[in-house]
């Protein structure tokens, strides 16, 4: 595995038990990814965590694809706290980031799992409508997997002296 850079402020470091529960908890983000011409490209996007990766759902073609296709390497944010203390010129956050390699999924049972997985994510209990979606539009989508290999969160010090409020 490559070497991923140490934070720089370690005391407002989360462990990766909290960096993973922001994961678990959040339901979007932005992927960031190698755009054309070299230029990033970041999108904000909808995403189910499990067992350290991430996925995610596409049309099956545009500039997100294109640019999964030309390098797999990516990064994934999540802002979990964004309160903004105008008074004191600071913001007070939590923030999860994720590095690894992104790939779209080409195994039909894989691709079936990962759909199943957004759509009981963003409607639960909804075992049938779910079946008839899958069946009607799964060929028409991608299913992407992002595998975490560098995982970092990090919050404001005024919040861990709060005691995470």
Request: charged letters at 30%.
């Amino acid at each position: 595995m490559e070497e991923f850079r140490a934070m720089r402020r370690k005391r407002q470091q989360l462990s990766e038990d909290e960096s993973v529960e922001i994961l678990r908890k959040a339901t979007s983000g932005t992927l960031a990814l190698l755009g054309d011409n070299g230029y990033p490209y970041a999108v904000p996007i909808s995403y189910v965590y499990a067992d350290g990766k991430l996925y995610f759902h596409s049309a099956l073609s545009g500039h997100k694809v294109d640019a999964i296709r030309g390098c797999d390497k990516a990064s994934f944010c999540v802002i979990e706290k964004d309160e903004v203390h105008p008074e004191k010129y600071t913001t007070f956050f939590r923030s999860v980031i994720a590095f690894g390699r992104v790939h779209i999924i080409e195994d039909e049972q894989e691709k079936w799992q990962t759909a199943r997985m957004l759509g009981n994510r963003y409607n639960p209990n909804q075992e049938e409508a779910l079946q008839k979606e899958m069946a009607g539009g799964l060929n028409r989508m991608l299913m992407i997997r992002f595998d975490i290999e560098h995982l970092t969160g990090k919050e404001a010090i005024e919040l861990m002296r709060r005691g995470h409020q």
